[in-house]
């Protein structure tokens, strides 16, 4: 596949740089452009992202940073079966047990809440940093609304990192999510206000936490310019200028 010729693989990660140093020069050159293009294009296109890692997969199998990299990249486009195999295939070679809560999520794919929820209560969830162990609770109360255990779902979520103040990088996600679980129990306005809370802890972006506290709020937005569009294919196939002046005004809302 295409490399851009602004991609040197100078880009990637210095650990990985150094696992890459038991490839021949040239080689390891060739499956670090091809992690950068995944790293790259794993959120704004997963299909091309997954194309990059088969590439990287076919030239480096043997190197964990590049099984994990195929993991990803099969897991944003629906490949549960084939990230879990590389997701395996990652914690064989390095031993670590951070993939834990992703390997669960794989099981849910799958269809198999039930092995999602046991992995939850495993050992290795003890290992894990404070990171993978909300992701992990996160996966938890996934697999118990995948069961129809959606109070259940309620009650995994809470627990001393949701009460906390603190906005970490999963605040906004862990907020969201017993938003949605509330909501799922019929407890709108307590979702509404948890909604609010996440909205408040997302500066990336992450959720689309506003556009929930919207719909809860009755607020429905419309594009102008559709609207626009609309009235210039009237009967008579004409607007007169107080539509048009439509065209400049934000979106509207009911």
């Not at 670590?96 to 209560?121: F, I, N």
């Not at 909501?183 to 972006?205: K, P």
Request: overall charge negative; proline content about 4%.
């Amino acid at each position: 596949m295409p490399i851009p010729e602004d991609v040197t693989g100078e880009e990637i990660d210095k650990d990985v740089r150094q696992e890459l140093l038991s490839l021949p020069k040239t080689l390891a050159e060739d499956v670090a452009k091809n992690l950068v293009m995944v790293a790259k294009l794993l959120d704004e296109d997963p299909e091309k992202a997954y194309g990059y890692s088969r590439v990287a997969l076919r030239l480096a199998s043997r190197v964990a940073a590049v099984r994990e990299a195929a993991g990803f990249a099969a897991y944003a486009v629906g490949k549960y079966s084939e990230a879990l195999a590389e997701f395996r295939a990652a914690r064989r070679m390095t031993g670590s047990v951070e993939l834990w809560p992703v390997m669960a999520d794989c099981e849910r794919g799958l269809g198999r809440p039930e092995k999602a929820l046991a992995m939850a209560g495993e050992p290795e969830v003890h290992k894990l940093d404070k990171a993978g162990q909300v992701e992990m609770r996160l996966v938890a109360a996934g697999a118990r609304r995948d069961m129809g255990q959606a109070d259940a779902a309620v009650v995994t979520l809470q627990s001393p990192e949701l009460a906390s103040s603190a906005v970490h990088p999963w605040t906004a996600r862990m907020r969201y999510a017993y938003a949605d679980a509330l909501l799922e129990v019929g407890r709108e306005e307590d979702a509404r206000e948890w909604f609010a809370r996440a909205l408040e802890a997302d500066q990336g972006g992450t959720t689309d936490a506003s556009d929930r506290l919207a719909a809860l709020d009755g607020v429905e937005f419309t594009d102008a310019l559709d609207e626009s569009d609309e009235s210039a294919d009237g009967a008579d196939g004409s607007s007169d200028d107080s539509e048009g002046a439509r065209d400049d005004e934000g979106p509207a809302q009911d």
